[in-house]
């Protein structure tokens, strides 16, 4: 196969690819920016609402009771290093892709995954609490989880 040759010597084979990767990282740069993806590396609630579709959720925390003592990472992400980062990456890239398509189910729902992480956050926090309702091993059966009961604790009464 021969290869064909461009400006200066440089190889088109070579080119192609150089091109297509600095377009995609201008593309993902410029996309990053826009979305002001770097609010989300802070634990500023209001970031959670850089999507229109958030702003009845931050509105309903801002009414809750746990609005004084804790943010939306305190309930949503894990409480270790790893697992809150790798949360925030892996729930950052399936909401962009579910805002960007718009195929997300509307009014939008927490996966069972990020269901049990705040299930052990809720925990965590309420230990003292909750042990001997964990103790006994009723949270952990199907269908029982402190929102179950406790819905409007961290979003506010239901409209």
């Known amino acids: 196969m021969r290869l064909l040759k461009w400006a200066g010597g440089v190889k088109l084979v070579v080119l192609v690819p150089c091109l297509l990767a600095g377009a995609a990282a201008g593309l993902g740069s410029y996309t990053f920016w826009y979305a002001e993806g770097g609010s989300y590396f802070s634990n500023d609630p209001r970031s959670c609402a850089n999507c229109h579709v958030m702003n009845d959720h931050l509105d309903s925390w801002q009414k809750s009771s746990h609005h004084a003592v804790a943010t939306c990472n305190d309930c949503h992400t ?30 939008i729902r927490i996966t069972p995954r990020n269901a049990a992480v705040l299930q052990a ?3 965590t926090c309420h230990q003292e609490l909750t042990h001997d309702i964990t103790t006994l091993g009723s949270a952990g059966e199907p269908g029982n989880n402190c929102v179950r009961c406790h819905a409007a604790v961290g979003h506010g009464p239901a409209r």
């Open 78 to 107: 894990p409480h270790d290093f790893f697992g809150k980062w790798l949360t925030k990456a892996r729930n950052g890239f399936w909401h962009s892709k579910g805002f960007t398509l718009q195929d997300f189910h509307e009014p």
């Open 121 to 123: 956050n809720c925990i």
